[in-house]
């Protein structure tokens, strides 16, 4: 926890008007994530609001929106099903002693320094997982906008709707990026939306309005513990959602750190984040409201609009609670079109056009990373499966790099005496390529193995040795392994290898 001036004052004008941009985008997707989780409105819109007050205190990266997301509601869904099955109001009990347990979860990984393992998600992995983002976003916008060919049922704008609907999002679009070449003073997403509601109210315009999408709450939000028996049943039922929101909004928090380090060439605190999202969680299910993590459009939004320090997150937090609380009839006239406008920016905003521009230029394996971890998402809808299909795609791409690099060299350096110099990493992607540079048909009377500039990593660079010194001296060959590091020496100690050699004739038995 901080309460550095420079993290909370810099240009409070520019921290308020963007926090309350954010927080019109966030209610939207707040209701919507509550019913992908299968609860009410309110527990989406009340976690928005706990999460982002509290991560502005305790969070570690300044700037950063914090709210119910769709990875994280996509795993809630069963846990509340299953509640719900056992008896009416049970699932949202469930979700939150979950949410509980989620932060402590969180926090634990916070203090076991969790964040370090980010340094082995690559950088087409991430540009990857931003751009898919951005087309999820899209993706989520089309049934407001009479799009939605795979799923109409889900649609929800009547072909007389359509053209104001269009009208008013392209309005929405057109003040968004024609206004600040006028002025900068007040955010044009903000001027957007008040313009298409006034629009919308004053010509009686009948399009889907916020209130479409479900009853604002109309009080605060009170605190309780979940209604739930503390036995080993319940956690049983509620450890495998909470582990698995736990690592996967983490896994969305670094990366939305990330981007965020980037866009204002700044450093942030991912452990110190870790258990700030676990503190915010807590209180969040302590409230009623859902677990979240960082949201990266509305993020990347708030430091596009000059949201730069904590008081930016606080004020998207109180903001979105006064719109709803005080401005609750006002909010439900807000035209549907005018948020997808800005949802639509904010897509626009999150993908990484330079990655999508250089694909020529970079090498294919990184354009295929990019690319699996850009399909995978869009197609599960599940921003942890896609992120960990590119990581897996890019070590396998990786291990063949690296398989390559071994190279094995022959000289007859005397009649009857051949010498095999090795260079280069033996483990079990590149064992193949060390077995193929020796000439295993053929056995002159000695033969010795230099292993100078190689070491051994696993279990089957051993075995590779081991293979290759076995067959030699079944051809009559004496064999004669140099310059084995201890490293590798120990290795064949550790997982017995040096046993079975020696009792084979030694294969370390003639190593110097």
């Not at 929106?65 to 846990?79: D, K």
């Not at 696993?458 to 140099?482: F, M, N, P, Y």
């Not at 997982?495 to 110097?512: T, Y």
Request: glycine share 10%.
């Amino acid at each position: 926890m901080t309460f550095s001036l420079k993290e909370w004052w810099g240009k409070p004008h520019r921290d308020i008007l963007s926090g309350l941009v954010v927080a019109f985008a966030m209610i939207p997707e707040a209701i919507a994530f509550s019913g992908i989780a299968g609860v009410d409105p309110s527990v989406g819109l009340f976690g928005a609001f706990v999460l982002s007050v509290t991560l502005a205190i305790v969070g570690g990266r300044t700037a950063m929106i914090t709210s119910a997301t769709g990875s994280t509601a996509l795993l809630m869904t069963g846990l509340v099903q299953q509640g719900d099955a056992l008896a009416a109001g049970q699932g949202l009990q469930l979700l939150l002693a979950a949410g509980i347990l989620t932060g402590l979860l969180q926090i634990a990984w916070g203090y076991l320094r969790l964040a370090h393992q980010m340094r082995f998600v690559p950088q087409p992995v991430m540009a990857g997982f931003v751009n898919a983002l951005a087309i999820l976003i899209l993706l989520a916008q089309l049934p407001q906008l009479g799009l939605n060919w795979f799923h109409p049922e889900r649609l929800s704008v009547t072909a007389a709707q359509l053209p104001a609907v269009w009208g008013l999002t392209v309005l929405t679009l057109a003040i968004i990026y024609l206004l600040p070449r006028l002025t900068t003073v007040v955010p044009s997403a903000l001027v957007a939306i008040l313009i298409t509601t006034g629009i919308a109210i004053r010509l009686g315009i009948d399009v889907p309005t916020v209130s479409s999408l479900g009853t604002l709450p109309g009080g605060l939000p009170q605190f309780g513990l979940p209604q739930v028996p503390f036995t080993l049943e319940t956690l049983g039922l509620i450890l495998p959602t909470a582990l698995a929101i736990s690592l996967v909004g983490l896994m969305e928090t670094f990366l939305t750190q990330d981007i965020l380090d980037d866009l204002t060439d700044t450093a942030s605190h991912k452990n110190a984040e870790a258990r700030g999202q676990g503190i915010g969680n807590i209180v969040s299910s302590l409230f009623g409201g859902m677990a979240g993590c960082a949201l990266v459009g509305q993020s990347v939004m708030n430091v596009g609009y000059g949201g730069r320090t904590r008081l930016s997150t606080l004020s998207s937090g109180v903001s979105l609670l006064a719109m709803i609380l005080l401005a609750g009839r006002w909010v439900n006239q807000i035209p549907m079109a005018a948020l997808v406008g800005v949802m639509v920016m904010i897509a626009i905003n999150t993908a990484n056009w330079a990655s999508i521009s250089a694909i020529r230029r970079i090498p294919k394996s990184d354009t295929s990373v990019m690319l699996l971890t850009v399909g995978v998402t869009v197609l599960t809808h599940n921003l942890a499966v896609g992120l960990l299909s590119g990581v897996a795609l890019a070590g396998i791409l990786f291990s063949r790099k690296v398989a390559k690099v071994i190279e094995v060299s022959s000289e007859l350096v005397e009649p009857g005496h051949r010498v095999y110099r090795v260079r280069g990493q033996l483990f079990f992607v590149s064992s193949i390529y060390f077995r193929q540079g020796f000439e295993l048909h053929e056995h002159p009377a000695r033969v010795t193995i230099d292993m100078a500039e190689a070491h051994i990593w696993d279990q089957s660079g051993v075995t590779a040795l081991d293979q290759v010194i076995r067959r030699l001296k079944q051809g009559g060959s004496a064999v004669e392994l140099v310059n084995l590091n201890r490293e590798s020496t120990d290795l064949f100690a550790r997982i017995g290898v040096a046993e079975e050699a020696g009792g084979r004739g030694g294969a370390l038995g003639s190593a110097h």
